[in-house]
């Protein structure tokens, strides 16, 4: 895939990307999570949130881009990957990480109600887990945040007319 401008391989940019995903997943009325992943500096694969327009629980922006990445590597293991995500990763796509083999997970806002990197449980900081894989918030937060509450906002005020 297309490789970014010199320069550009910043965390800040692929969060950027991420964000982008989050949008689009929010024009399609899914809620605003979007992801990327890269490998050896390029863009390998994008995932945006899916489960109500695919009609699949499990289609979370992260599992979408890891799905995304393995079918174009081959290979259902990704080392060297790091994933960005707009929203912290839930149990079900930590799951997913540790089997893919991706070395770091990068997320902006936290998730208060089923954040699996540290907000309700930290799957990533597990001993006993066979696969270790860095994981670091905070980047880009605000944005990601007030993209999720400005949907919330929206839907609940379309609800109450």
Request: glycine letters at 10%; a negative charge; aromatic letters at 4%.
């Amino acid at each position: 895939m297309a490789q970014p401008e010199e320069g550009l391989e910043s965390d800040g940019h692929w969060m950027a990307l991420a964000l982008e995903q989050a949008r689009l997943a929010a024009a399609e009325g899914e809620v605003p999570v979007g992801a990327v992943l890269v490998m050896n500096g390029e863009l390998l694969a994008t995932g945006r949130n899916g489960p109500i327009s695919d009609a699949d629980p499990t289609a979370h922006a992260e599992m979408k881009a890891i799905r995304s990445a393995a079918r174009q590597l081959g290979n259902y293991r990704l080392p060297g990957g790091t994933l960005y995500v707009t929203l912290e990763p839930c149990l079900m796509c930590a799951g997913a990480i540790f089997h893919s083999r991706l070395s770091r997970v990068v997320f902006a806002a936290p998730d208060p109600k089923t954040g699996a990197a540290g907000s309700v449980t930290d799957a990533f900081s597990l001993a006993t887990i066979n696969h270790h894989c860095q994981a670091e918030g905070g980047l880009m937060a605000e944005e990601s945040a007030a993209l999720l509450q400005d949907f919330f906002r929206l839907r609940r005020s379309a609800t109450e007319r």
